[in-house]
């Protein structure tokens, strides 16, 4: 676990396709209502929220009620450790781009 007591690991979080397009849609807004959130999906209210639930325990989803609704918005900083780690890569990528090109 990182600094941020995060319950989930990052990688597994992103893992699923659902979760990376709640990502992008967090991503695309300062904040979004869980009912904003669920039209976007073929899946039910509880769904989406127990995805949301997972990208908060990896840090990724913080939520906050606003009256009797519920309003998400994107932590991006845990990626971080996926940018790390995918970015570990560029030597081979470039190595293996080089010889594909000859």
């Known amino acids: 676990m990182t600094e941020n007591n995060q319950l989930r690991d990052v990688f597994d979080a992103i893992a699923d396709p659902t979760r990376r397009q709640l990502i992008r849609l967090l991503a695309e807004a300062e904040e979004i209502p869980l009912h904003e959130l669920t039209v976007q999906f073929p899946m039910g209210r509880t769904a989406v929220s127990k995805h949301l639930t997972i990208l908060k325990e990896a840090g990724l989803v913080m939520d906050r009620k606003v009256g009797r609704e519920t309003r998400f918005r994107l932590n991006a900083s845990p990626l971080r450790e996926v940018q790390d780690w995918a970015a570990s890569y560029s030597k ?8 594909i090109n000859q």
């Open 92 to 99: 081979f990528w470039q190595s293996n781009r080089l010889r």
